[in-house]
């Protein structure tokens, strides 16, 4: 009964008809792009690109960090969390500071003089000596010390550098975890690239990565309750005691914060100064970006997706007014730097319009107080955490997936063995 219909509203329906039909394609197509193109990317992008990787996210990054500051106190301390089968440790003789350790311990050690490092994944920690190990101790210390002197017959005199021993104990605490000392200037992991050996065998597979990160030297930290007027705090104590676990040290009465705590923190501040204006936060794959951002012994890689994946809001930047800072974490690891820089970078860089960050400082907000001794608060741990987050997650230069995939070839221009420009 076709002939009933008028050929307008026939037509009508067929485009209504066809209408929904283009509808529905569009919408499975945009469904089936979204469950496919992942697939089609270059994994590359989004997988993490080596264990070293996933050890600098999963592993080391939850364990070491956590500062606190003793309510009315400037200063900030700071505490690795240690973790069986996961935190790689060394204990290491320096110049002035010696090892004492049990019979079975021995092996752990790397004595003063010895190259390869040796790394264990147990939970070992060094004390002050104590009890009868204290009498050993201090004849060790003697002994070194009477060496030192013999062999430095000028040593008495005015201006002659002098040595002072120190002998630390090593011993086990029989946990699964333990929290250990972090001197502020040891904040940053220390990476070993070839040169160590790992006592027991690895524990995770990323363990035997060239590259592995470890701590050095951890000191058990103990603690005493203090109390000032209506203060009331901690202080690191030698004889005090041991913390049981994270829930104790993040409570309120002791009150760390874990470092991933302080790298959100530092993404808030570095958006809240708007340090996004003047700097960017991605490397271009230009032979400039890899060389300026490059450390002394690699060049840095070009910026890859899967470096964010951590980040809750990302800062690419437009304008570069100061230098990119996608791989500031490899080129100026150091806290000094750091702390010199926001305190007044005109001192690290003669003409900058960089604006100083006083209130990164002290307890004054505003940085006014007449007294500021520039010790640096909570901010400024919290921006220098989250600036040592970049280029410090990338794959080790050994193993970055951008190389061969480099046109410019930058590693071999930088090593002399191509210009620029030849082919
Ligand atoms: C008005 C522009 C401006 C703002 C805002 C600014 N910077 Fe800078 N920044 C610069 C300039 C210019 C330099 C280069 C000279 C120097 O070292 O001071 C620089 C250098 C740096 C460097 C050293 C980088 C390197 O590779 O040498 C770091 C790190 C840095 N800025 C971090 C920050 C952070 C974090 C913020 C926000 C809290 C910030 N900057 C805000 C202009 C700015």
Known sequence: MTEQHTPHTHGWEKSAIVTFIAIGLLFLSSILATVLAPNMLDPSWTDSSSHYQVQMYEVSDPNVYIARAL????NLDYVNHIKKDY??????????MRILAPSELERY???V???ELKLTSRVLLLRKPAGSTAVEAEKLRKEVQQKWETSHPNWKEKDHPRMDYSIMELFDPHSDEAFSLARSEGFLEHFAASNFVLIDGPKQPYHHDP???YLENPEEFRIRRVSYGDLKGVKYDPNGEPIKDIAELTSPDIGFICRQKLITMGESIYAAEG????????????IQDCVLNGSESFAAPPSSGNEYIYQDVTFPGTRRIGPDLARVGVKRPSRDWHKAHFWQPKTESPGTIMPSMRHFFDDDPRG???????VPNYRFEAIFQYLMT??????????AWWLGKDPLQTTEIIEGRKRIGAS
Do not use: M, W
């Open 109 to 111: 050690v790397t004595k």
């Open 368 to 374: 006014q107080s007449v007294n500021q001794i520039g």
């Open 87 to 96: 935190t790689l440790l060394a204990f290491v003789e320096t110049d002035n």
């Open 390 to 399: 970049k280029g410090t997650r990338i794959t080790p230069p050994t193993q």
């Open 211 to 213: 590259g592995v990160i």
């Open 71 to 74: 309510p009315g106190s400037a």
């Open 275 to 286: 340090c996004y204006y003047c700097h960017t936060d991605q490397s271009r794959t230009l």
């Open 113 to 115: 003089g010895e190259q």
